[in-house]
């Protein structure tokens, strides 16, 4: 509780006042004096200093309280949309933000290049706020058909989604898409149900195995993927499209040079 206020710049006077404490009640609080303060008196800290959702929970969980996992707000999203520019535009190949759902955020420039020149910049607008999920599923889709080998691809997904999702397990939000997508999705409820047969998995293994794209005009790429939780908020995550080999270094180095 001490690291976040001292993050949040606040002095524990200013928070005792925000938060309608007595005076020098936060400083036994954080002192350990005050063994197990009432849940609503650490909530009333936490909106004071402004807390994200994985501070809130960190603290919450640390005095012995459960704590569900709610989406995000509307300005949650917002909040997170603008904190990952630098991370999101600095780098030279493809990368987008998810939040716990999975919806798309936001991405960069080069996530368009993946679709080809035609219709990419619609395909993203109209997926903006939706699951990034479903279309890997859909054959029909733009980014379905990009995948040039589903037999790996989708079942190493399915093995990163049951990764993410574990610590939400107990969430009707979670309940209520993984039923959607069974209902929508041939591939995914064939792909889901092969997975609750085996073991949870230890890890995402992500960049055990490149990611082949047949990209529209390119032609095969290869990617390894990589996901960054946010630090303040773990409902959100950066997912880079990291070159898998040459040809694809080289492609993305030329995206660069275009856009």
């Known amino acids: ?11 524990q006077l200013w928070v005792e006042a925000e938060a309608d404490l007595g005076t020098g009640y936060l ?7 005050v063994a197990q303060p009432g849940r609503g008196t ?18 919450l969980e640390l005095f012995g309280y459960v704590v569900s996992t709610p989406l995000p707000t509307p300005a949650e999203t917002e909040w997170a949309r603008e904190s990952c520019q630098h991370e999101l535009h600095d780098v030279p190949f493809p990368a987008y933000v998810l939040d716990c759902l999975p919806r798309l955020i936001a991405w960069n420039r080069f996530v368009p290049c993946l679709l080809g020149r035609g219709h990419s910049g619609t395909v993203l607008e109209r997926l903006a706020g939706r699951s990034m999920l479903a279309p890997w599923f859909d054959p029909a889709s733009p980014f379905g058909a990009l995948v040039a ?47 609750e047969q085996e073991p949870p998995p230890i890890s995402a293994a992500r960049v ?3 990611v082949k794209l047949n990209v529209p005009g390119v032609g095969l790429l290869q990617f390894r993927l990589v996901s960054e939780p946010l630090v303040r908020d773990t409902r959100f ?21 275009e856009t």
Not at 1 to 7: D, G, K, N, P, S
Not at 27 to 33: F, P
Not at 42 to 59: C, F, N, Q, S
Not at 239 to 254: F, G
């Open 1 to 11: 509780l001490r690291a976040v206020r001292e993050r949040a710049g606040r002095s």
């Open 42 to 59: 650490v909530e009333k800290i936490l909106d004071a200093l402004g807390a994200r959702y994985t501070e809130r929970r960190d603290v």
């Open 208 to 210: 055990l195995v490149p």
């Open 27 to 33: 400083q036994r609080v954080e002192a350990g004096r």
């Open 237 to 257: 995550r950066l997912i880079y499209y990291v070159p898998a080999d040459p040809a694809t270094m080289r492609q993305c180095a030329a995206w660069a040079s």
């Open 149 to 195: 080998e589903p037999d790996v691809f989708l079942p190493l997904l399915i093995r990163a989604m049951r990764y993410e999702i574990e610590r939400y397990r107990n969430e009707p939000w979670l309940a209520e898409m993984l039923a959607q997508m069974q209902a929508e999705l041939p591939r995914f409820r064939q792909e889901w149900s092969r997975a």
